[in-house]
Every structure is written in structure tokens, then in C-alpha cells.
């Protein structure tokens, strides 16, 4: 399973594109300027253990876990640069975390059963990076 696989389906087709419209929120956190990190972390995700939650940003950073049980919480969690393909994309030991430029960048999350190419659930989220961002997302939007 490699990060390409993800992107090209996150954002680009789930809905003719119509999916990665901005969602309009903005990060939460002490904001500073300037280039920084993006964290993302949720409220409780509930029934869905034993998949995978996956974020990406603009094709250059990404994000996952595996969702242990079914009342799931992420915690505050910076995004990493993607992997080289043949990489674990799950694995954030691999790339460093991703330094993204001032400005607003598209965060796009699902929750996937392992090996399938198609979310079950989704979100866009457009974030304004102003030095160390986090972006907390609603886990009910993200549960069945």
C-alpha cells in the first residue's frame, strides 16, 4: 500500500473533485507566522476499529493510524513528509515532519479499511499555516 494509491483517490475523485472544496475552518492552537507544522488530532471517532485513518496535504505530507478500538481519539499529531514509494506510508519513523509554507493548504482525511483505495468516511479541511498550526476535526464526522 503506497501514499500514491491514497492521494490519487483523496481529493481528485471521490466526487468529481467536488470533495476538496474548503471547508472554511480555520486551525486552532496558538498560531504564530510564518512557515510551520500542521497537527491534526480529533474528537472521539466511534466504530471503527481496525481500519485506517489517513490524511494527506497537498500530495506532500501525510498522516495515519491505525484506529485500535471503537471509541478512537487522535491526539494532537504532526503530519510527515510522504515516503518514497515501496515506503510504509503508515510508518512515521520514515520521513521527517513536514515544514509547510505560510499560507492555506488542503488537509484531506478518511477512514479506510486496510488495503482499499475508497474512504468510507471523509473530510476536507483547508488550514492557514501561520507558524505551528492544529487542526482538530469533529470524530462524528468521521464515524458511521
Do not use: H, W
Amino acid at each position: 500500500m503506497v501514499t500514491t494509491r491514497f492521494r490519487s483517490v483523496l481529493c481528485a475523485g471521490l466526487v468529481g473533485g467536488a470533495a476538496c472544496a474548503s471547508s472554511g475552518t480555520s486551525p486552532t492552537g496558538d498560531a504564530g507566522s510564518g512557515p510551520g507544522r500542521i497537527f491534526i488530532s480529533t474528537t472521539t471517532i466511534s466504530n471503527q476499529a481496525n481500519k485506517i485513518f489517513f490524511a494527506t496535504a497537498t500530495n506532500v505530507s501525510r498522516l495515519c493510524s491505525s484506529i485500535t478500538s471503537n471509541s478512537f481519539a487522535l491526539t494532537a499529531t504532526a503530519m510527515t513528509n510522504t515516503p518514497d514509494a515501496g515506503d510504509n506510508p503508515c510508518d512515521p519513523t520514515v520521513t521527517p515532519e513536514t515544514v509547510f509554507d505560510a499560507g492555506p493548504t488542503t488537509i484531506t482525511i478518511g477512514i479506510f479499511v486496510g488495503g482499499q483505495q475508497t474512504p468510507e468516511k471523509y473530510v476536507v479541511r483547508t488550514v492557514t499555516v501561520a507558524g505551528d498550526v492544529t487542526e482538530n476535526i469533529d470524530g462524528a464526522l468521521l464515524s458511521p
